[in-house]
């Protein structure tokens, strides 16, 4: 019964925290700003602005829920918010397709193979 729990929990705890940490909205994708919203100066990406954040002059501070880094964002008007969604989905069709992580490893092997003759 344990080790169930603790099979449960370690499939449980990371659902939760994930979720809580990193969002991933499809690019593109039109948000809900609420109160405020403002453009990620790191990635470009649009979020809403938290209601209680510390407020800078016109920019406040905030933590980018999409790369995680905090700065001082500026409030955007909501005209200017659906642009950087937009714009999302340019970057979306300029996109490489990812190599799947298992595929460069074995890429890497590969190369590391032929590198001893
Ligand atoms: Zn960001």
Redesign the pocket.
Known sequence: MIVFGAILLSFIVPLVMGRSKIQDLPLGAERKYGLGGGI?P??R?PFALPLFSMNLGLSKLAR?P????WSAVRIQPLAKLREAEQAELEWGRAEVPKISEEEKLRKELDDSKYQGL
């Open positions: 990620c790191k990635c990406r980018c999409y790369c995680g880094k």
